[in-house]
């Protein structure tokens, strides 16, 4: 019997009639091009041809205007609204689509150029973030400032028409494949704390960066320490305000931390129809009692997938009507990572030994998983953020 892609998605992600495709030109459009354009094979486990595959889909969403959909028209975009970017991510999972490659481009530094961006910087890196050109990498963790970002202590000062950059960034997400990194500094030497930084696009290429990957425990040097020794960025390189890169970070991580949550709930469900039909198949690998708690967990998971569904897209309604998320990212944030983790776990589950089999696809999923929690902010970072600003509690 076959499945049709309307009844599939919506048994997967929930029957909103609202959303379907028939009501919407958008989503249905996209569904067509993405019929006739998406890869339909799963990524690679190597990394290397990982990010290949990532980059050559990023341009062919580019090239089918499908890149940024909410982005402007003049630099590739299509200027469309929240909602209609909650069907994107929603088409995209159905058809099991790659991630794009420049995610740190499009996700963070380009929605943080489009709010406080000079017009030259926009010009220069927007249209390249979007075509996948230029790839863009993160440069805000250092050896002893992650949680707390404050202390950090890279330093930045002019010289002529140029900023000199000294110090060391960690955890770089992919700074081996990237041609910029925006990084964080102090450029105020007498500042202390949230004062006196700035956000500055660096090269990668040349002689002042040395970027030194590091293997994860899932086995993939996914992210890198990157050295920075008299680096040369360009005067104009400065996105917001000199000497006011807290506030331009701080709008920066409400994308980031609404973002993964934003464009992946469905594909954590699209991933739970596939645990459940491994877990039908594996009941003779689990004992009766494994298999039944094993059940319990799945439900669990698919109730939590829902909720998040559902406060993404009370937020992109919100959004339609001009309200920000703010804040409100970190529960995004919150329930993105720890789903991230729990469903990892349990794909590793149903396949029993099977599973923890080095080299295969549930266990490298089980320890990249365990990243989740940690990226853009921990899980006891983001908790403290919903006590304190939204709930207003004693810090
Ligand atoms: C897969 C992955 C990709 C990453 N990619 C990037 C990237 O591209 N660019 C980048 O800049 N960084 C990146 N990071 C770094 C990430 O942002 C930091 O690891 C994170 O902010 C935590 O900082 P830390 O590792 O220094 O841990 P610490 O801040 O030292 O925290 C250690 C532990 O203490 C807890 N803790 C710390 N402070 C508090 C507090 N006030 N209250 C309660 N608990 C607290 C933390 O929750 C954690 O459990 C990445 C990390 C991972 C895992």
Redesign the pocket.
């Known amino acids: 019997m076959t499945t049709s892609i309307s009844t599939l998605s919506s048994s997967i992600l929930g029957p909103e009639i609202s959303l379907a495709p028939e009501n919407h030109p958008f989503r249905q459009e996209f569904r067509s091009w993405l019929a006739a354009n998406a890869p339909g094979v799963p990524e690679p486990l190597d990394q290397d041809k990982r990010f290949e595959m990532r980059r050559a889909w990023q341009r062919t969403l580019f090239d089918g205007g499908w890149a940024g959909p909410a982005w402007p028209e003049d630099v590739g975009g299509r200027g469309a609204g929240p909602l209609h970017q909650f069907m994107y991510y929603e088409e995209l999972a159905l058809a099991r689509a790659p991630y794009a490659a420049n995610t ?1 481009g499009i996700a963070l530094l380009g929605p943080t150029l489009m709010v406080v961006g000079s017009d030259e910087l926009k010009a220069r890196f927007l249209p390249a973030i979007l075509s996948a050109e230029e790839i863009f ?5 250092e050896p002893n ?4 970002l404050a202390s950090l202590r890279t330093r930045a000062r002019l010289d002529g028409e140029e900023w000199v950059i000294d110090g060391q ?1 960690i ?3 992919w700074a081996q494949y990237a041609d910029f990194c925006f990084v964080l500094c102090r450029t105020d030497p007498s500042s202390e704390r949230h004062r006196g930084m700035t956000l500055l696009v660096c090269p990668v290429d040349q002689p002042g960066v040395t970027v030194r990957p590091i293997t ?1 425990i899932s086995g993939d040097p ?2 890198a320490e990157v050295f920075f020794d008299g680096a040369r960025a360009p005067a104009s390189y400065a996105v917001g305000g000199v000497d006011d890169g807290w506030s331009t970070a701080m709008i920066l991580f409400q994308f980031e931390r609404a973002d993964q949550g934003f464009t992946d709930h469905s594909r954590m469900l699209v991933e739970l129809q596939d645990i459940a039909a491994d877990l039908r198949a594996s009941a003779n690998v689990l004992s009766a009692q494994a298999s039944a708690s094993t059940r319990r967990t799945l439900a669990d998971i698919w109730i939590r997938c829902q909720q998040l569904r559902r406060f993404n897209l009370r937020t992109a309604v919100r959004g339609e009507a001009g309200e920000s998320i703010g804040m409100g990212g970190s529960i995004v944030n919150l329930f993105w990572g720890e789903l991230e983790r729990d469903i990892a776990e349990l794909a590793s589950t149903v396949h029993g030994p099977r599973g923890l089999l080095a080299g295969t696809e549930p266990s490298h999923r089980l320890l990249a998983g365990r ?1 989740g929690t ?8 983001q908790r ?1 953020i919903i006590a304190e600003r939204l709930l207003g509690l004693p810090r």
């Open positions: 740190p990498c993160q440069g805000f963790s400032s992650g949680s707390d960034k955890w770089t997400t994860q996914e992210f990243g940690i990226h853009s902010g921990t899980s006891e970072i403290n």
